[in-house]
Structures are given as structure tokens and as C-alpha cells.
């Protein structure tokens, strides 16, 4: 199986700054990474497919890059809606793995 | 608009059995491929299980023996029959529309809004 290995786990940031997390696979996974952010009681939302393309409806602040084995997920300028736990998924192979989550804190 | 609603979570026993239920509006489910995925109390999304469109079925090393997912095309409906629960199988329980895109890759983009097991002891 494909391990996604996130970092950081945990951010404190403010409202208005920048924000990168990072995603490493155990193996090249081409651009077949997805980010989702999930918020407590609600579904999870799809950000980013194919590692850089921004799903339909999703504010432009949110962008992602990488290819390979290394990815990121940066928020350009932070909203007070954006305070939730972030994942990346892997599609490459089945099982289908995420990493383990980052959790965006207000500072 | 597209949709997905989870049913038949509950408290069950150790070694008991739920029936989870996933039914699609929307969309026909069996021309998508259909998972389920779970996350558990302080935990992180676990992927769980996959029925694809030709009704190929996938599962995650933790489910493999005791879980079956399935379809009924008449009820536009996907089905988690969960047995031998474990205590570890405490979960909210996710199914997602799962879509190759236009960059010829596979995303989640429609998912339900979870149905809760919880295994006692």
C-alpha cells in the first residue's frame, strides 16, 4: 500500500496569511493526489484534484502543486472559513490511502 | 443536484452485523464507482471499501473478510454489510462518488454526510 505522510499535523496561523502543507508518498504517485478539507459534523470537500487543478466552486486562495512524490496545498491568504483539517488522498492504486491530516488552528 | 444519504448506523455489540445503506440522486450509482470511507473518534478519513461501475469490489486489509459492499441498481442504492464488528470499527461512515476527472485521474467530489456506528464492548 501507498503511505501519504502529511506535515505539519497542526498550524496556528491568522487570518490573512499564507499557509503550505505538504504531502510526501511512499512511492511516485505521478499527479494522482487530490486535497480535501474537512470541517467537524459535515462532509468532506474536494479542493484540488490531479494534484493542481482547483475543483469547481473553490476559491481561488486555495492552489496545488507537485508531481511525483512531494505535494502542496497552499492557502494564499487566509479566510476564517478556512479553519478546518486538511488531507491529502492518494489515487494511484487501490487501496486508496490519506495522510493522516493537518489541522488549521486559528493563532 | 447531486446527493448522497447514509443510513443504518446505530449501536450494535462486539461481533454483531449493521447494514449500512448509500442512496444516490442525482446520478445513477452504478455507472460511478461508489466507496465508503470512515473516520473514527479523534482520527483521521480512512478509505474502507469500493464497488466500480462493472461491480469490481475493493477493500481496505482492515475490513477484508468481514465487510461486503454491494449495489441494487433498481434503489440507485450501495450497501456496507459490515460483520464481526470490532470495537475499532467505531466510526462515522462516509460514501463518496468517486470520478475520473479531465485530468484522467480519479477523484471524490460527491459525498453523503455520514451515518455513525458505534461497537460496545
Known amino acids: 500500500d501507498i503511505q501519504m505522510t502529511q506535515s505539519p499535523s497542526s498550524l496556528s496561523a491568522s487570518v490573512g496569511d499564507r499557509v503550505t502543507v505538504t504531502c510526501r508518498a511512499s512511492q511516485s504517485i505521478n499527479i494522482y493526489l487530490n486535497w480535501y478539507q474537512h470541517k467537524p459534523g459535515e462532509a468532506p470537500k474536494l479542493l484540488i484534484y490531479?494534484?493542481?487543478s482547483l475543483q469547481s466552486g473553490v476559491p481561488s486562495r486555495f492552489s496545488g502543486s507537485g508531481s511525483g512524490t512531494d505535494f502542496t496545498l497552499t492557502i494564499s491568504s487566509l479566510q476564517p472559513e478556512d479553519f478546518a483539517t486538511y488531507y491529502c488522498q492518494q489515487t494511484y492504486s487501490t487501496p486508496r490511502t490519506f495522510g493522516q491530516g493537518t489541522k488549521l488552528e486559528i493563532k | 443536484e447531486m446527493q448522497l444519504v447514509e443510513s443504518g448506523g446505530g449501536l450494535v455489540q462486539r461481533g454483531g452485523s449493521l447494514r449500512l445503506s448509500c442512496v444516490a440522486s442525482?446520478?445513477?450509482?452504478?455507472?460511478?464507482?461508489i466507496t465508503w470511507v470512515r473516520q473514527a473518534p479523534g482520527k483521521g478519513l480512512e478509505w474502507v471499501s469500493v464497488?466500480?461501475?462493472?461491480?469490481?469490489?475493493y477493500y481496505a486489509d482492515a475490513v477484508r473478510g468481514r465487510f461486503t459492499i454491494s449495489r441494487d441498481n433498481s434503489k440507485n442504492t450501495v450497501y456496507l454489510q459490515m460483520n464481526s464488528l470490532r470495537a475499532e470499527d467505531t466510526a462515522v461512515y462516509y460514501c463518496?462518488?468517486?470520478?475520473?476527472?479531465?485530468?484522467?485521474?480519479?477523484?471524490?467530489?460527491?459525498w453523503g454526510k455520514g451515518t455513525t456506528v458505534t461497537v460496545s464492548s
Open positions: 490531479g494534484a493542481s
Open positions: 464497488i466500480h461501475s462493472g461491480g469490481t469490489t
Open positions: 442525482g446520478f445513477i450509482a452504478s455507472t460511478n464507482y
Open positions: 463518496a462518488r468517486e470520478l475520473l476527472g479531465p485530468t484522467v485521474t480519479y477523484y471524490t467530489d460527491v
